[in-house]
C-alpha cells in the first residue's frame, strides 16, 4: 500500500534551519507532483510547496526564497530544505501525493513537528 514516512522536524531556533525528508513506497514516485502542506496550531492546512514530475517546482508566497523542495526518484524520497525559519513556520508538515496545486492531494502521510522558537 502507498506509504508516505515524514522525518526530520524538531525544534529550531528563528533564522535556523531544517530539512524535512518523506520516504515512500507503494506508487510509482517518479511519476507523481509530489508536495508540502503544513497545519498551524488551531488553524487549517496550508499548501506550502510541490514538485512534478520533471522536476519544474512552485511555491506559497509564504515559503518563496525561503524554502526548497526537490525530490531523489532513486530512492523514492522528496525532501523540504527549510531556511530562515519564523515562529510563523511552527506546525505539523505534511508529505503529500499529488498537490500540484491544492485540490489534487491524493493522500499524505503522518507528519512531522516543526517548531520555530527561542
Known amino acids: 500500500q502507498v506509504q508516505l514516512v515524514e522525518s526530520g522536524g524538531g525544534l529550531v531556533q528563528p533564522g535556523g534551519s531544517l530539512k524535512l525528508s518523506c520516504a515512500t513506497s507503494g506508487f510509482a514516485f517518479s511519476a507523481f507532483s509530489m508536495s508540502w502542506v503544513r497545519q498551524a496550531p488551531g488553524k487549517g492546512l496550508e499548501w506550502v510547496s510541490a514538485i512534478n514530475y520533471s522536476g519544474a517546482t512552485k511555491y506559497a508566497d509564504s515559503a518563496k526564497g525561503r524554502f526548497t523542495i526537490s525530490r531523489e526518484n532513486g530512492k523514492n524520497t522528496l525532501y523540504l530544505q527549510m531556511d530562515n525559519l519564523t515562529p510563523e513556520d511552527t506546525g505539523v508538515y505534511f508529505c503529500?501525493?499529488?498537490?500540484?496545486?491544492?485540490?489534487?492531494?491524493?493522500?499524505r502521510g503522518q507528519g512531522t513537528h516543526v517548531t520555530v522558537s527561542s
Open positions: 503529500a501525493q499529488g498537490g500540484w496545486t491544492p485540490d489534487t492531494i491524493a493522500r
